[in-house]
T-cell receptor, first 115, second 116 residues
Framework: NAGVTQTPKFRVLKTGQSMTLLCAQD?????MYWYRQDPGMGLRLIHY???????AKGEVPDGYNVSRLKKQNFLLGLESAAPSQTSVYFC??????????????FGPGTRLTVT | AQSVTQLDSQVPVFEEAPVELRCNYS??????LFWYVQYPNQGLQLLLK??????LVKGINGFEAEFNKSQTSFHLRKPSVHISDTAEYFC??????????????FGTGTQLKVEL
């Protein structure tokens, strides 16, 4: 199992450009999450999904959109990038039941710089 | 609302010395607590978790944590650290979301630096 993978690993954007970050998991997990990590602020939840075709806002959703067309994939989009979106983005997933159902599994991260 | 406070942003320690990383949480309901570790340029890896039962929780790599409800703390400890333990450590509390799933609220992290 590859676990949770993220594409790309690094990206530099100019202000106003758009891009999509891809998260894929091969563990058949129902729940998936997008977080951003900024120095001194820990991780903050952007959007999450409790199943294929469903998404919901987290604590910092502004400027981002997401889609979950397939169970294994969770896409994070930036329509018009801003320097404030410079961050490291982490995707996570978890199962819905069983002994490890509270454990979120994280991807390796995408480092995004907006100039 | 839930919040997590990690009192120390950086903790330097010599190899083979003991270490304690502090975490306090605030919550009006029962909580599930977690410690994650992040090695340089990597994602987060679960060290240990407290869901219920024994208040002393053992995790990977020799780490353990004690849940103290009266002090609302979940401090992480290791009796003897190794150079390879140099990493950032995050405490997190879980709560359920109205739409399903759970949300992890993270502390701001503690950078553990182990020196020779």
């Amino acid at each position: 199992n590859a676990g949770v993978t993220q594409t790309p690993k690094f990206r530099v954007l100019k202000t106003g450009q758009s891009m999509t970050l891809l998260c894929a998991q091969d563990m058949n997990h129902e729940y998936m999450y997008w977080y951003r990590q900024d120095p001194g602020m820990g991780l903050r939840l952007i959007h999450y999904s409790v199943g294929e075709g469903t998404t919901a806002k987290g604590e910092v959703p502004d400027g981002y959109n997401v889609s979950r067309l397939k169970k294994q994939n969770f896409l994070l989009g930036l329509e018009s990038a801003a320097p404030s979106q410079t961050s490291v983005y982490f995707c996570a997933s978890r199962r819905t039941s069983g002994r490890k159902s509270y454990e979120q599994y994280f991807g390796p991260g995408t480092r995004l710089t907006v100039t | 609302a839930q919040s997590v406070t990690q009192l120390d942003s950086q903790v330097p320690v010599f190899e083979e010395a003991p270490v304690e990383l502090r975490c306090n949480y605030s919550s009006s309901v029962s909580v599930y607590l977690f410690w994650y570790v992040q090695y340089p340029n990597q994602g987060l890896q679960l060290l240990l978790k407290y869901l219920s039962g024994s208040t002393l929780v053992k995790g990977i790599n020799g780490f353990e944590a004690e849940f103290n409800k009266s002090q609302t703390s979940f401090h992480l400890r290791k009796p003897s650290v190794h150079i390879s333990d140099t990493a950032e450590y995050f405490c997190a509390v879980s709560r359920f979301l109205t739409g399903g799933g759970n949300k992890l609220t993270f502390g701001t992290g503690t950078q553990l630096k182990v020196e020779l």
